[in-house]
């Protein structure tokens, strides 16, 4: 299904994270982050009837400074170009850097910076 | 037959026929799928979590009732449980009965997540009630889950 209907370029592992731009000590603040991935499966083939090999990030570590603030396992089941929304609480300026790891050992990385104002 | 034991069948039997409303109006309110876990799901919570017990509470899944497209379902998940230093929500566990992957995701959290709360978009293979299941760091388990209707295939 879908075959016909072509997704847009990826540019695979490319990464955006989003938080607040005005951030006080103490917030409880909300963090988004996207990477760039097809998330195959391995169920589907491509227009050309051959299958489409199963790629997909199954491991992400969100470091703040040097402490792992959170560590999330998926399977191909998240969307394409997989999304996370949670919380975070921002009680020091550190680095926030997410480590998305795919099945054929890819590896993607992007961080922000907490700051307070 | 006495006035009296004639009053008391007949509040009884009101009592009675009140439970069992009481109990219909219960089931229609909730259709749980938490009622009705199939075999498949029953084998992969006891392959997480063993012979623990699951409670309903505690979590608020929220999705779509119909997901026009099955490769990309909203989900979001939230716990009123707290996120402090020796009691927090240490893991959330998505599951998907009539995917491919049931245990579709595993969301481990620390207290300075601050709030039990993880928002993602899923695929889902056609139309399956969808759980989430809350674990603490004591080792309590809390569940919610919903069924979503699926008009296109997101797996494949």
Known sequence: MGAAEMPPPLELGAARILVPTAIRRGDVIDVRALVEHPMATGLFRDPEGKPIPAHFINDVSVMYGDQEAAHFVWTSGVSRDPFVEFSLRADREAALTFTWKDNKGGVFQQSVDIRFI | ?156
Not at chain 2, 6 to 24: I, K, M, Q, W
Request: glycine share 6%.
């Open chain 2, 1 to 156: 037959m006495s006035g009296l034991s004639r009053r008391s069948f007949l509040h009884a039997s009101g009592l009675a026929f009140l439970a069992l409303a009481a109990r219909r109006l219960a089931a229609l309110v909730r259709p749980g799928p938490e009622d009705d876990v199939p075999w498949k799901v029953q084998q992969v919570l006891k392959q997480l979590f063993g012979d623990r017990q699951i409670q309903a509470g505690h979590v608020q899944l929220d999705v779509p009732t119909v997901a026009a497209d099955g490769r990309v379902v909203p989900v979001m998940i939230e716990s009123d449980l707290p996120m402090s230093a020796d009691h927090y929500v240490k893991a959330v566990h998505l599951l998907v009965d009539n995917n491919p992957d049931i245990h579709l995701a595993e969301f481990r959290l620390t207290p300075q997540i601050g709030q039990a709360f993880v928002s993602t978009r899923i695929k889902m293979r056609m139309t399956s009630p969808v759980r989430a299941i809350v674990e603490t760091s004591d080792g309590a388990l809390w569940s919610a889950a919903a069924d979503v209707r699926v008009t296109v295939n997101g797996c494949g």
